[in-house]
C-alpha cells in the first residue's frame, strides 16, 4: 500500500501569512495528488486536484506543486476563513486506489 | 446545481443492520464513480470504497472489504452503503462523493450521514 504523510500536523499562523504544507507519498504517484479543505462541522471541500489545478470557484491564494513523492500546498495569504483541516489525497492503481493523508490543522494565531 | 444529498443521523443497537443512502441530482448519475468516505470522531478521512452506478463495477479497500457492502440502484439515481451487523466502532460520520469526471479526485460531496452505534 502506499503511505502518504503530511507535515505539520497542526500549524497557527497570523492573517496575511504564507503557509505551507507538505504531503508525501512511499512511492511514485505521479500528479495523482489532491488537497481538500475541512472546516469544522463540514463536509470536505476539494480545492487542488493533479498536484496543481485550481478547482473552479476556488480563490487564487491556494495552490499546489510537486509530482512524483512530494508536493507542496501554499496557502499564499492566510485568511480567516481559511481555519480548516487540509487533507492530500492520492489514487493508486491499485487497491486500496485512494489514500488520504492524516491532516494539517491550520489556526489563526 | 449537481448535488448528493444524504440521508438523515440514524441511531442503532450492536448487531443491528443499516442502509443509508445517497441521491444524486443535477448530472448524469451513471456517468461518474460514486464513493464512499468514513469519519470517526475526531478522525481523519478513510476511503471505503466506490461504485460505477452505469454498470454496478464495485471497488472496495481492503480495510473495509467483507465490512460493508456498496450498492446502487440507477433508476433513481441513489447510491447505497450498508452493514449487515453493526459494531461499536462503526459510530462515525459517512460521507457520500462523487469522482471527478476529468480527473481522480472527488469534486463533489454529500452533506454526511452520523451513524451511531451504541447499547
Known amino acids: 500500500d502506499i503511505q502518504m504523510t503530511q507535515s505539520p500536523s497542526s500549524l497557527s499562523a497570523s492573517v496575511g501569512d504564507r503557509v505551507t504544507i507538505t504531503c508525501q507519498a512511499s512511492?511514485?504517484?505521479?500528479?495523482?495528488l489532491n488537497w481538500y479543505q475541512q472546516k469544522p462541522g463540514k463536509a470536505p471541500k476539494l480545492l487542488i486536484y493533479d498536484a496543481s489545478n485550481l478547482e473552479t470557484g476556488v480563490p487564487s491564494r491556494f495552490s499546489g506543486s510537486g509530482s512524483g513523492t512530494d508536493f507542496t500546498f501554499t496557502i499564499s495569504s492566510l485568511q480567516p476563513e481559511d481555519i480548516a483541516t487540509y487533507y492530500c489525497?492520492?489514487?493508486?492503481?491499485?487497491?486500496?486506489?485512494?489514500?488520504f493523508g492524516p491532516g494539517t490543522k491550520v489556526d489563526i494565531k | 446545481e449537481v448535488q448528493l444529498v444524504q440521508s438523515g443521523a440514524e441511531v442503532k443497537k450492536p448487531g443491528e443492520s443499516l442502509k443509508i443512502s445517497c441521491k444524486g441530482s443535477g448530472y448524469s448519475f451513471t456517468s461518474y464513480w460514486i464513493g464512499w468516505v468514513r469519519q470517526m470522531p475526531g478522525k481523519g478521512l478513510e476511503w471505503m470504497g466506490i461504485?460505477?452506478?452505469?454498470?454496478?463495477?464495485?471497488r472496495y479497500s481492503p480495510s473495509f472489504q467483507g465490512q460493508v457492502t456498496i450498492s446502487a440502484d440507477k433508476s433513481i439515481s441513489t447510491a447505497y452503503l450498508q452493514w449487515s451487523s453493526l459494531k461499536a466502532s462503526d459510530t462515525a460520520m459517512y460521507y457520500c462523493?462523487?469522482?471527478?469526471?476529468?480527473?481522480?479526485?472527488?469534486?463533489?460531496w454529500g452533506q454526511g450521514t452520523m451513524v451511531t452505534v451504541s447499547s
Open positions: 489525497q492520492q489514487y493508486d492503481n491499485l487497491p486500496p486506489f485512494f489514500t
Open positions: 461504485i460505477y452506478p452505469g454498470d454496478s463495477d464495485t
Open positions: 512511492q511514485d504517484i505521479s500528479n495523482y
Open positions: 462523493v462523487r469522482r471527478a469526471g476529468y480527473s481522480r479526485a472527488f469534486d463533489i
